[in-house]
């Protein structure tokens, strides 16, 4: 697979009002979230544009303190269009996912694919500051090949830019503690993008083992989960017991998926 871009850490939008421009750009061209639920071959096509330069301004050469990580998955930290680049990357991986999917089946149940595919949507939802009315969720066919590399690379980039939406979220909590509405808003959102973090690891561990191979590693710690670890404080001040009560139990969840991972010790 080729490489991947995403945002260096550092450069993931604060603001909503940050992707509004690259989000009503991705729509005017069919290029939003519901490129999702399109054909193969505007889903192909429409992978084709958003890796181009020509769509999204980006900029090599940011270097991270996740190198391994990085290297391991083929990711490749840059600059330039923050809003282009977070939104691209997510669905670019997304893609990925789905065609993976598509080639060689999952076990991932349907209940847990809609969830997977929630969060996009629901990302949307809040730059744009949409209704929600639903989406399309086609379940994947059984597949014929055997593409076990691709499964784990595919699901660990998704992981990745999942937990980039994550923090984008809970910052727009930490921001907005005097603006109830915005806050309920934004942890809804960091919910529901953890919650498909865990689906697109258990997506990327969907491998049948085969002679020689090894079971894939999960993702221990980023500086996602650092940032989470140093804000939960605050997001738990700020946000209705009810809505931090769904939003601990996401991270509790993802917590299951791999063990390494302090995030629950405080307050959780």
Same mark, same amino acid.
């Given at each position: 697979?080729?490489?991947?871009?995403?945002?260096?850490?550092?450069?993931?939008?604060?603001?909503?009002?940050?992707?509004?421009?690259?989000?009503?750009?991705?729509?005017?061209? =069919?290029?939003?979230?519901?490129?999702?639920?399109?054909?193969?071959?505007?889903?192909?096509?429409?992978?084709?544009?958003?890796?181009?330069?020509?769509?999204?301004?980006?900029?090599?050469?940011?270097?991270? =303190?996740?190198?391994?990580?990085?290297?391991?998955?083929?990711?490749?930290?840059?600059?330039?269009?923050?809003?282009?680049?977070?939104?691209?990357?997510?669905?670019?991986?997304?893609?990925?996912?789905?065609?993976?999917?598509?080639?060689?089946?999952?076990?991932?149940?349907?209940?847990?694919?809609?969830? $997977?595919?929630?969060?996009?949507?629901?990302?949307?939802?809040?730059?744009?500051?949409?209704?929600?009315?639903?989406?399309?969720?086609?379940?994947?066919?059984?597949?014929?090949?055997?593409?076990?590399?691709?499964?784990?690379?595919?699901?660990?980039?998704?992981?990745?830019?999942?937990?980039?939406?994550?923090?984008?979220?809970?910052? =727009?909590?930490?921001?907005?503690?005097?603006?109830?509405?915005?806050?309920?808003?934004?942890?809804? $959102?960091?919910?529901?993008?953890?919650?498909?973090?865990?689906?697109?690891?258990?997506?990327? =561990?969907?491998?049948?083992?085969?002679?020689?191979?090894?079971?894939? $590693?999960?993702?221990?710690?980023?500086?996602?989960?650092?940032?989470?670890?140093?804000?939960?404080?605050?997001?738990?001040?700020?946000?209705?017991?009810?809505?931090?009560?769904?939003?601990?139990?996401?991270?509790?969840?993802?917590?299951?998926?791999?063990?390494?991972?302090?995030?629950?010790?405080?307050?959780?």
């Amino acid at each position: 697979m080729e490489p991947f871009r995403l945002l260096h850490p550092d450069l993931v939008p604060q603001r909503r009002e940050s992707l509004q421009h690259a989000a009503s750009m991705l729509v005017q061209m =069919g290029l939003d979230d519901t490129v999702l639920s399109a054909s193969p071959v505007h889903q192909r096509l429409a992978r084709v544009v958003l890796a181009s330069s020509d769509v999204i301004e980006w900029k090599p050469g940011y270097s991270t =303190g996740d190198a391994s990580h990085d290297d391991r998955f083929g990711v490749v930290r840059v600059g330039g269009d923050r809003g282009g680049v977070f939104l691209s990357s997510i669905l670019i991986a997304y893609l990925d996912v789905l065609e993976n999917a598509a080639r060689m089946g999952t076990s991932i149940s349907e209940d847990s694919w809609r969830t $997977l595919l929630w969060a996009p949507t629901a990302l949307f939802d809040h730059v744009l500051r949409r209704p929600q009315v639903g989406m399309t969720v086609v379940t994947p066919g059984p597949g014929s090949e055997y593409l076990p590399q691709e499964r784990t690379q595919s699901g660990q980039r998704l992981y990745l830019a999942l937990m980039q939406a994550v923090r984008f979220a809970v910052t =727009g909590v930490v921001r907005a503690q005097d603006d109830g509405p915005l806050v309920e808003d934004c942890v809804t $959102l960091a919910t529901a993008c953890l919650r498909a973090a865990t689906v697109a690891l258990a997506f990327a =561990g969907d491998v049948r083992p085969e002679m020689g191979m090894a079971a894939p $590693l999960p993702i221990m710690e980023t500086s996602e989960h650092r940032y989470l670890w140093q804000t939960i404080s605050e997001v738990r001040a700020a946000v209705p017991r009810a809505r931090f009560e769904q939003f601990a139990s996401a991270l509790r969840r993802l917590n299951d998926v791999y063990t390494a991972s302090p995030l629950l010790v405080s307050g959780c």
